[in-house]
Every structure is written in C-alpha cells, then in structure tokens.
T-cell receptor, first 112, second 114 residues
C-alpha cells in the first residue's frame, strides 16, 4: 500500500518538552510539507522540503524545526519555544511542487 | 497569508440536494485545488483546475473557475450523507513571494442530512 503515515495519532506532552512527530511516505515524492490546523480553521504551512537535505520555512515556522535526511522521511520537532503547540498536525507530499498533495492521517498534539 | 476564502462557512442540506461552495482568492494563480476533510482525518484531493480552464467535472463534482473575478465554485450534485465533511480550496499563487506552495482557505463545513 502506498501512502503517507504519521505517528502517533495522539500525543500528549508536558509544557517545556520538545516532541518529534513522524512522517513517512513510500510514494517516491520529492516534495513534503508540514501543516498546522487549529479548530475551525484552514491549514497553515510550517515547513516544506522540495528535495533531500533542503527545506524552507513556511508561514509559521517559529518554534518548529525539521530535517530531511531521507526522501521518505520528514520529521517535525515542536520545541519548547512554540508558544501554543496544541493543534492538529498534518504532513503531506507531492510529486512536484505545484500538483496535488497527498495527506497523512494527522497527529493531534496536546501540551499541558 | 490567507489567499483563499470559502463561502459559506457552513452549509446544511438534505440528502439528494445539490451543494455549492464558493472560493475567492486575491492573486494571479497557476491552479486552484479542492480538498475534502472528514472530521479528525487528513485531507483528500478532489480536483485541480488550471488557470486556463473554466470548468472541470469529476463524477458528481463540478468545479468552475473565473479568473477575472478571482473566484471558483465547487458543486456537489445529488448529495449523500457520506459527503458530510469540510471542503477547502487551495491556490497555487503565481507570485514569487508565495514560493512553491499551496495556500488554503478556512473551509466550508458541509452537513448532509439523511
């Protein structure tokens, strides 16, 4: 089965702790993306990567970090510097950088 | 940077009726895409329409694009309870400051009552 997997589905952390969200794809897509979704709102881009070992900040990158060491993997770290980290996080990938995006099932992060 | 805005914010219809959602955007675009999201899940791509296209069909979906008005509409015909979801438009802006990325609107919540 080809697709994007995100783990875990639910994640709970204490304030002040860093946490890493996993995103893996076996679609052989070059581009990968991380979005944040808050209740009743659309998606906001955190980071994106068009190729291995390269990534760019999106609209709300502060308090987040990423790496792209392998084509298949694009983990997102939510650091303690992120002021309001509780949200639904979605990972996506695409063949090129202008076509349709394929989304994972999401990770709901709750920080207390 | 909110590029696309959907209208209405929420829509409630009876099964069998048609549902129309609208999207307005601000800049020149390469393409516009529509996605569906079931509650608590990831987004699913529905349809992509390029800036030089005016209408596109896929099954019960019909999308129109009016670049002069910077607007698009998504029509779902003969709706079913399973169509209940949030629908988002996303624009691929044709401007350097937007880079190679999609910008999503806030979405329309569609509820189809059986």
């Amino acid at each position: 089965d080809g697709g994007i997997t995100q783990s875990p589905k639910y994640l709970f952390r204490k304030e002040g702790q860093n946490v890493t969200l996993s995103c893996e794809q076996n679609l052989n897509h070059d581009a990968m993306y991380w979005y944040r979704q808050d209740p009743g709102q659309g998606l906001r881009l955190i980071y994106y990567s068009q190729i291995v070992n390269d990534f760019q900040k999106g609209d709300i990158a502060e308090g987040y970090s990423v790496s792209r060491e392998k084509k298949e993997s694009f983990p997102l770290t939510v650091t303690s510097a992120q002021k309001n980290p509780t949200a639904f996080y979605l990972c996506a990938s695409s063949i090129g950088d202008r076509g349709e995006q394929y989304f994972g099932p999401g990770t709901r992060l709750t920080v207390t | 940077s909110q590029q696309g805005e959907e209208d209405p914010q929420a829509l409630s219809i009876q099964e069998g009726e048609n549902a129309t959602m609208n999207c307005s955007y601000k800049t020149s675009i390469n393409n516009l895409q529509w996605y569906r999201q079931n509650s608590g899940r990831g987004l699913v791509h529905l349809i992509l329409i390029r800036s030089n296209e005016r209408e596109k069909h896929s099954g019960r979906l019909r999308v129109t694009l009016d670049t002069s008005k910077k607007s698009s509409s998504l029509l779902i015909t003969a709706s079913r309870a399973a169509d209940t979801a949030s629908y988002f438009c996303a624009t691929d802006a044709n401007l350097p400051e937007y880079g190679n990325k999609l910008v999503f609107g806030a979405g329309t919540i569609l509820r189809v009552k059986s």
